[in-house]
């Protein structure tokens, strides 16, 4: 791990300071910055210089991009494992390079509430939970049709701050783009519950019931919810 996480800086290092294994792109650096010096500057060697610099900022730039995709499938990997504060380091790092994309802050509003919900010290509990609820907003400020971060989000203001109509809007925004996304019906259909609704809450669990395949783990849930729903309407079975 301490490994890793040397060569992972020392990468970082080297985008933005050429190293020893980059003596080719240092020797253009110095030449490119002798013929700036010069005081008479031929055309041709200007332009030399410029494919020169162009080429080796096209290569730190691909290299900056795989970076990232490589963090982001790390992140979502230690998540997986449950490891999240190692998550969260190459999230952070996949931010650095990326800051405006919109899905790197859903997955850092992911990887904090799993954080949060850890976390047994009350004031560090609202600190992770907070900063949850910021790279979830962020992320929708960013691409408002990230229908995961509304899911992340409403899931966040149900258990994490009791914010229960807060979060049934969220659902319903991602019903309204996905309106064959299970899991926002099942989180609809508890929230609805909460709020004693029952009517509401049944009509998720109902719709379930034409989503889900007969083959569905799922099913059973649906049709354990719906037995109870109906217990508590009073409707006869």
Same mark, same amino acid.
Do not use: W
């Given at each position: ?67 990232? @995709?490589?963090?982001?499938? #790390? !992140? =979502?990997? *230690?998540?997986?494992? /449950? ?8 999230? $952070? ?89 299970? @899991?926002?019906?099942?989180? #609809? !259909? =508890?929230? *609805?519950?909460?709020? /004693? ?8 669990? $109902? ?31």
């Amino acid at each position: 791990m301490i490994i890793r996480r040397f060569v992972i800086g020392f990468f970082c290092f080297i985008l933005v300071l050429p190293g020893c294994g980059y003596l080719d792109e240092r020797r253009e650096i110095t030449r490119s910055k002798k013929v700036l010096a010069q005081g008479t500057k031929e055309t041709e060697d200007l332009v030399r210089v410029r494919g020169s610099l162009k080429r080796i900022i096209d290569l730190k730039v691909q290299a900056v991009d795989i970076l990232e @995709d490589v963090d982001r499938e #790390l !992140g =979502r990997k *230690y998540m997986a494992l /449950g490891s999240y504060n190692l998550a969260s380091e190459v999230l $952070l790092e996949a931010e650095f390079l990326l800051p405006y994309n919109g899905f790197i802050k859903k997955d850092l509003g992911e990887c904090y509430y799993f954080i949060g919900t850890g976390t047994v010290d009350a004031d560090e509990k609202n600190m992770y939970l907070l900063k949850s609820k910021a790279y979830y907003e962020k992320a929708l400020e960013i691409n408002p049709d990230i229908f995961e971060a509304h899911y992340g989000l409403g899931l966040l203001l149900f258990f994490g701050f009791n914010d229960v109509i807060a979060a049934i809007d969220q659902m319903k925004v991602v019903l309204a783009g996905e309106p064959h996304n299970a @899991d926002a019906h099942f989180a #609809l !259909g =508890r929230f *609805y519950y909460e709020t /004693g609704e029952l009517g509401k809450s049944m009509g998720e669990y $109902l719709e379930l019931q034409k989503i889900l395949p007969a083959s569905s783990p799922k099913r059973d849930k649906v049709e354990e919810n719906i037995l109870k729903l109906n217990r508590e309407l009073g409707v006869e079975q």
